[in-house]
């Protein structure tokens, strides 16, 4: 067990224990070129900010690039929030997959983060 395992095993989280099966797994650097997968449905967003009123707008796109929906707001929370609520409502299957819904939510916090200090954002 290495010195990092060890710590872990003496650290309390609140009133958690350490699993006897606990393993802590050290991951590999992605590669965004190299790892990246489309989403099976093809469906992608695509995302802006707005410095003149301080709002995010995230565009979904279907394979065939055309804009189906936009959902506007001001905090990255309520962008993802209601974003999955609606794909939940009408039964969609935008995100299949959860590494691109992390996508979704990484991105947006860039852009608010963008917005509040008064910087360009770019999309990855």
Not at 27 to 36: A, E, N, V
Not at 74 to 97: A, G, M, N, P, V
Request: glycine share 4%; charged share 35%.
């Amino acid at each position: 067990m290495g010195s990092c395992e060890a710590n872990m095993k003496n650290y309390v989280w609140h009133k958690q224990s350490i699993a006897p099966d606990f393993e802590l797994i050290h991951c590999p650097d992605y590669d965004p070129i190299k790892d990246f997968r489309r989403d099976p449905t093809g469906v992608y967003v695509l995302i802006r900010c707005d410095a003149g009123d301080s709002s995010m707008e995230v565009a979904v796109c279907d394979k065939k690039h055309a804009i189906i929906k936009a959902f506007r707001g001001r905090k990255s929370q309520d962008l993802y929030y209601t974003i999955f609520e609606y794909e939940k409502k009408y039964r969609l299957k935008w995100f299949s997959r959860k590494d691109h819904a992390a996508y979704l939510g990484k991105e947006l916090k860039k852009c608010e983060h963008a917005l509040l200090e008064k910087k360009d954002y770019l999309q990855e």
